[in-house]
């Protein structure tokens, strides 16, 4: 059994034929060819599949895709603008903020989250706000100065 | 070459950031091939036993599937590593659970789970051990229904892969000074020590995809295997034998890897091979990523260890003698234990001078999946009971902890217990100066202890001195002769060759650092070659803390080479600007149609070692560093926490400050995890907690400041002098935060994990440690850890 599916992806329409209950996360990697968000656990723990459902940080491997019906999505794949980085990936990039790279989707998207949010977070906010996203690489020191650094990037905006 | 254009030592931005961050990196589960099928594992549900039949459910279709068994293997049935007792399929026993035995492919992923369900197998089981001292128990015994892992033609005896005796000196001279050290030692203070396995806990599991191509007559012509990995040439070399191919028709491709820490650097031979099999027996492309749960509860974790130790010492602070003994769980099979084994003996006597050493080390076999490689490679198990012990004989002495350790530290111009002579400058003593001053322990140190008698949250501090062995052990290096190369591409940028592969750590960017410096040129002028077996040479794996320092002196060795032939055949003058570097490289290229440059490795200086007697210049360079942990220990939740963490250490020349800081504080926050959070729970050989929900690795809410110091002393082995630094930070944490507990409570803990259970009962339980030397702690006498606070 089939389900036709519509909802905006990015900015732009988009109508998807599934069974009812696959995932998010395989409707946006496997129908969309959008790969940036990622499977780290596939139980919600890691949020390396984070994605903005209505401006809302979701796990992407939890959500059956019937009840994304309706909603906009941001993935990380929008998060730029014609191949110009947005404030939050260029601090990641400046501050090492991204080192094997796989949780990074889901952590930029989660501190776009946060600072819309916050937008002048503290340290705590920052921890707080980025801990349902997993990173075994950097200690999340570097993420933690990446934000600072948006923050002030978006200020001087 | 003026200061203003260095680049080495300068932090731009990592070669691969931009495709990261915008998302566009491809994983290797982000790729699919035309026609390409999915394959799954059916594994062992019991430990140990003998394969009576395979049942196949008469509810499938199975022509349908392709299936693998061992049988299928064209070549031999081994995932060859140090020996070949490791099958890569399970033909008519297993070992262990989740020991492979079939495999399947499908064209829809989805079929795959009720395909593996449907299959059942029967077992004839035997008894297995679970324990390093069922195990031993087994051989003392002489008990055969449990000696589960006979011995192998490349050493190795009944249960026990592999055994080394470490002596300082010659073995009487060790022996004789040992006994006369322990007769004439004011205390003698004894310790047992424990540490957890541990799961690398890479964000992206392990997974690849295989293609295979037959001639007319089926026969396997060749493989090609695309993946996350450490290793390529380790797979070739697997795939050489399980495909009985040369190694040309081998080929292996490393995609963008999302997370390592050397669980992808044995592994990867493993879920290769079971791919190219699916794709020989389907004459598909076979992709197989594993889930989360199957990643953890069969791929390699961190070695269980428990160390042993006797110490002689006098009563003004002088180390006189050691005895260490260090047993390694190594899970079913050999793979890498051996040369784990060997880096936990080596690291073992630690940072200090000791006139007289003895360790005996071992790495027993058990009935669980084999551990391997993780990051520190035996030296976290060694240096935590080191660590820990230090302290325990400081207060045994009446000294405090960094006073003890700055009495018997190794300097420049000493030898260590292997005889290596300290040639390059050493200076611990600094170290502990600065990582007391910036971590202001002596103001803390006395404030906790006034604080904590009026609170039930216990404050410490701790300290833990070590040193890491940069590159491959003793003369491993030589054996790997590694090469590397760089060319030019058509547009003149040169291309450097490498099997060094990118995980996250930063190989991709200090390798073009390095390049662009000896070359004179903008670093992103600079490319580096995608890993492919094909077209790059083996520059050996990238494992050990050997890339920013062995092959990083390669690239600066054939990058001299490059400015050379340029200057000789293409007029590129002495002094030149990058744009004169570009046009002589196409000037070279209009010539001679291409350019490949080629260096092997060469020792900096001569190494000597004795791999039998365990004696000589272990590794070419090692890091230097003292860390510090303040940790508050709550009374009412029994939870520990790390409140703050300084680490200084000393690792040549920074080659990228940010790529720097982020190895230290990454590996920081592996090592407390280590100490305070991750648990694996074994039930007959088993992992239970298999997934993230229940195994608990440290969030961004967990973890404390990590402010990290680095001393620069450059060193000849690397390029402008730095060494190696990726294993470093996960020694110390273990040790400096169990050191600080105890300093917190007055109570010793010598095992880690430590979770809050253990504490819980260690505290409410009122006995004593089963084990313990002469400075054996009462708690009840230490007294101050009751919450007095809520009287």
Known sequence: MKSTVAMTVNGEARKVEVPPMKRLLDVLREDFHLTGAKEGCGEGECGACAVLVDGELVNSCLVPILQANGTRICTIEGVSTEGRLHPIQQCFLGEGGAQCGICTPGMILATHHLLEKHPNPTLEQIQEGLAGNLCRCTGYMRIFEAVQKAVEAQHAI | MAEDRDILGASPFRKEGRAKVLGEAKYIDDLSLPGMWHGATVRSSIARGSIRTVHFSSEIDWSQYAIVRASDIPGENTIVHLTKDHPCLAADRVNHPEEPILLLAHPEKSALLAGVAGVRVEYDELPGVFTIEESEKAVEDNDTTRIIWEGSAHGGTANCFKQYVLHSGGAKEAEDGLAAAFESADFIVEGEYHTGAQEQLYIEPNGVIAECKKDGSGRVISVCVQGSMQCPYYVVHALTLIFDLPEEKCRVIQTETGGAFGGKEDFPSVIGSHAALLAMKSGHPVKMVYDRAEDMAATTKRHPSRTRHRTAVSKDGKLLG??????????AYATLSPVVLSRATIHAPGPYKWPYVRVRAKAMATNLPPHGAFRGFGAPQSLFSLERHMDKVARAVGIAPEELRRRNFLGTGDRTATGQLLAEPVDMQHLMDRALAESNYYEKVERFAVENKRSAVKRGMGIASFMHGSGFTGSGERRLNSRVDVELLPDGRPQILVSSTEFGQGTNTILCQVAAQTLRIPYDQVAIAQVDTSVVPNSGPTVASRTAMVVGKLVERVCAQMVERLHADANLTGRYEPEEFTAAALRYLQRHGSMRCSVRYEPVR????????????????????????EVAVDLNTYSASVTRFDAVQEVGKIMHPVLAKGQVEGGVAQGIGYALYEKCVWKNGRMMNNQMTNYIMPTSADLPEIQVHFEEVPSVHGPGGAKGIG??????????????????TGVSFDSIPLLPEDIFERLTSFTEPSHGGTEDLDPTREGEFLPEVNA
């Open chain 2, 322 to 331: 050691c005895e260490i003994e260090i047993a390694l769980d190594g899970g």
């Open chain 2, 606 to 629: 001569p190494v000597e070692w004795d791999d039998e007697l365990f004696h000589g210049d272990a590794y070419p360079a090692y890091g230097w560093a003292v860390y510090v942990a």
């Open chain 2, 727 to 744: 294993e470093l930070p996960m020694d110390g944490p273990g040790p400096a935060i169990l050191n600080a507990i105890h300093n917190a």
